[in-house]
């Protein structure tokens, strides 16, 4: 039985501050084993946590939240937070459907200063917090603790650009771990690793900390007068300091696993009363080996075993973004102007097998949903066929982009929508509520909703051959084998039963559900969210009286209100099932279906007193 009598008494920050200092390295190994130990009963984000366990005890002895700010950003790093700020005892129930959240929630505890789940929202949310203080004249601290990774999102460097020039205090805590979940990229994750590796900063480095104790108990203009000396010989040791450039005082590199020093660093830079940079390097999965040596795998993980690191689940189950990443390797074989662009996520989107097949043609640009976009329309202007790989939730970034520079000027760009509809337990944040609401209503543009793996296939070759925009959303999790023969037919649905005086229209993943009730009713799977079939609603105009659309998108803009639309002027009676206007909360998908009513015996009974009041 692990003892946490120190993490025991740890119930809000107050109690943090009130441990002695030699006792903290204490405290950090009980929680990375209180971590490592709950998580893997519950599954969630671990190698991110351990990784901040220092930095976060750090941050609460410092600021004194919930009167300062401190907002994670992505949210994801959050655990060791919550755990110090009264909600250890919710960590059995993290992620489950009324539990605990697994990202900050403003409503759950008022130390969740911010709501995040996507990355790169904490400077600009940091900065406007910030200018509310100057308007209302109070005087908290700002604090946004941001990751390499979410770093190299474009609304990450447009709160720089802003904050910098603001000259207002805030806090900005740079968590260089090196990682995104997978290896980070890019130009900046080169510079802050010469950053992290320059010799001749390494030794200017160990006299940082005797240099800030004696910088902070001289006078004020004496201060000012070596602050502006430091830089002077930082720029000399390290020609090109961005972040100087940019308007911030620079702290760091610091070892972000040694307590005394973030806090020393971290008191420093809430004395300094304009905007700062602590750049904090730190190991992700620290302290415990499987996640030091797997980081990726220990991002997000499904339950394990704590003492060996295996997942109960060993092998991850294939799902559809696998099959799709095998299925763009088979057709990217025999054409060469196929090309993959991932945003970070090369495993999550099953890019895997092509970045190894076709690393020219393969593309990471980091967190940046937007760039992606954009970027692939210049492939495509150049006569590539762009395969763009992103979660529904994160394309939502790209809205423009997609309207103004692919769709726009028609380009020849696919989407590959995965998690789209209810995603699990990342929750509110994560889910792919909105892609059929924001992608039909856009010119030029065709969305396919595949029911099976089969047509996933087949969709995902007919898309490549159609010289405009096409978007293929797609469930997490794994679609059937096949739910029909009938082979795709652009713009057509498949009917599955006749249409019958009430006819059921359903998309994607539960036309499975429906195809397995026990009903009388005419059965269509609609393929295509857009182009919708005109003319098969022709003939539900000449044989039905009532239609019930079933989508796992919000209904409000989804696939039953452009079919309403188009059955009208009509006496035909249209039904919607699908997401409700309000976020879903986090949960396993089936208790979503349930929330959602989505579930097969709500779907069936919405059938049966149709059926009955026909
Ligand atoms: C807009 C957006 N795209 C993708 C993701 C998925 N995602 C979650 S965490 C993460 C990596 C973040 O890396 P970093 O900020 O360095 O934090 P670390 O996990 O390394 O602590 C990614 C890509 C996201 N949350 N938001």
Redesign the pocket.
């Known amino acids: 039985m692990t003892d946490y009598r120190l993490l025991n008494t740890v119930n809000s920050p107050e109690d943090l501050k009130n441990i002695p200092e030699r006792l903290l390295p204490e405290l950090a190994g009980q929680l990375r084993d209180f971590l490592v130990k709950n998580v893997s009963n519950t599954g969630g984000h671990l190698?991110?946590n351990l990784?901040?366990v220092e930095l976060t005890i750090a941050l609460h002895r410092v600021f004194n939240a919930p009167g300062d700010k401190i907002i994670f950003?992505?949210g994801?790093?959050c655990y060791v937070h919550k755990i110090v700020t009264g909600r250890r005892e919710s960590f059995k129930h993290l992620r489950e459907m009324e539990g605990l959240s697994g990202y900050p929630k403003t409503s759950e505890s008022e130390y969740d200063a911010f709501n995040t789940?996507?990355?790169?929202t904490s400077v600009s949310a940091a900065l406007g917090m910030a200018r509310a203080r100057e308007i209302k004249r109070t005087n908290e601290a700002i604090v946004a603790v941001?990751?390499?990774?979410?770093?190299t999102?474009g609304i990450a460097f447009e709160a720089l650009n802003d904050a910098g020039q603001s000259k207002l205090p805030i806090i900005i805590v740079l968590?260089d771990?090196n990682?995104?979940?997978s290896r980070?990229v890019g130009a900046m994750n080169r510079y802050l690793n010469s950053m992290r590796t320059s010799l001749r900063y390494q030794n200017f480095k160990k006299d940082l900390v005797s240099f800030l104790d004696r910088f902070s108990s001289l006078g004020k203009s004496m201060s000012r007068f070596l602050e502006r000396f430091k830089n002077r010989i930082k720029y000399f040791l390290l020609p090109n300091v961005l972040f100087e450039e940019l308007g911030f005082t620079y702290l760091g590199p610091i070892d972000g696993h040694d307590i005394r020093l973030l806090q020393r660093v971290l008191d420093q830079a809430k004395n300094i009363m304009r905007p700062v940079i602590v750049h904090v390097k730190t190991k992700?999965g620290k302290g415990y080996k499987p996640a030091e040596e797997n980081p990726e795998k220990f991002?997000g993980v499904g339950e394990f075993d704590p003492s060996t690191g295996i997942l109960h689940k060993e092998g991850r189950k294939r799902m559809n973004s696998d099959i799709f990443g095998d299925a763009l390797v088979q057709l990217a074989k025999d054409d060469e102007l196929i090309a993959a662009i991932t945003?970070?996520?090369p495993e999550g989107t099953g890019l895997m097998p092509f970045a190894e097949k076709f690393r020219t043609r393969f593309f990471d640009v980091g967190?940046a949903?937007q760039h992606a976009v954009t970027m692939a329309a210049g492939m495509a202007a150049s006569g590539m066929k762009p395969v763009v790989a992103i979660?529904s939730s994160?394309l939502q970034?790209a809205y423009d982009q997609i309207i103004h520079d692919v769709c726009l000027q028609n380009l020849h760009v696919i989407f590959a929508v995965d998690r789209a509809g209810l995603v699990g337990r990342d929750g509110e944040t994560h889910q792919g509520a909105y892609d059929i609401a924001y992608l039909s209503h856009m010119p030029n543009m065709t969305v396919y909703s595949p029911a099976s793996l089969a047509e996933l296939k087949s969709m995902l070759k007919q898309a490549l051959q159609l010289g405009c925009p096409a978007a293929i959303r797609y469930n997490r999790g794994l679609l059937p084998e096949s739910v029909s023969d009938r082979p795709l037919e652009y713009g057509k649905w498949d009917v599955i039963k006749p249409l019958g005086l009430f006819t059921v229209v359903v998309t994607g993943r539960l036309v499975e559900t429906v195809i397995g009730l026990d009903t009388d009713t005419g059965i269509v799977n609609a393929r295509f969210v857009k182009p919708v079939d005109c003319e098969l609603l022709e003939n539900m105009k000449q044989k039905c009286k009532a239609v019930l659309v079933i989508e796992d998108g919000v209904i409000t803009g989804g696939l039953g209100s452009v079919i309403a639309q188009r059955l009208s002027p009509s006496r035909i009676r249209v039904e919607c099932m699908g997401l409700p206007d309000r976020p879903v909360p986090q949960g396993s998908i089936a208790e979503q279906d349930e929330y959602c009513g989505l579930s097969k015996e709500h779907i069936h009974r919405r059938i049966k007193e149709i059926s009955e009041n026909l």
């Open positions: 190698a991110s990784g901040v950003d992505v994801h790093q789940g996507h990355s790169g941001i990751g390499d990774g979410a770093l999102g968590n771990n990682m995104s979940i980070n992700k991002h945003a970070a996520m967190i949903e979660y994160f970034r």
